[in-house]
Nanobody
């Protein structure tokens, strides 16, 4: 069973930075697509960024140039570096992995950006 555990959320002022981490279990971690999603109050969950095992990345337009997704396969960890945060980035951020066609989710970590 694959488990994903997020950390690094918190309260930050607008313009600040946070770094989210996602610790994954399972020896097949290196052969998957990792992603970060977020869900703001009253809104649907949306994709923030994805990264393949080969390092290809893709970002939502709203975070391009501000967020960076990365991964360390040796440590079974994915991360999301968030800079120049805005109040509209406030949401619960979820780590996601697609492994052999199966989808796995973390429980989420709350990011709150104050104006």
């Amino acid at each position: 069973q694959v488990q994903l555990v997020e950390s690094g959320g918190g309260l930050v002022q607008a313009g600040g930075s946070l770094r989210l981490s996602c610790a994954g279990s399972g020896s097949i971690f290196s052969r998957n697509v990792m992603g970060w999603y977020r869900q703001a109050p009253g809104k649907q969950r949306e994709l923030v960024a994805v990264i393949t095992s080969g390092g290809y990345t893709n970002y939502a337009d709203s975070v391009k140039g501000r967020f960076t997704i990365g991964r360390d396969n040796a440590k079974n960890t994915a991360y999301l570096q968030m800079n120049s945060l805005k109040p509209e980035d406030t949401a619960v951020y979820y780590c996601h992995a697609t492994i052999n066609g199966m989808n796995y989710w973390g429980k989420g970590t709350l990011v709150t950006v104050s104006s």
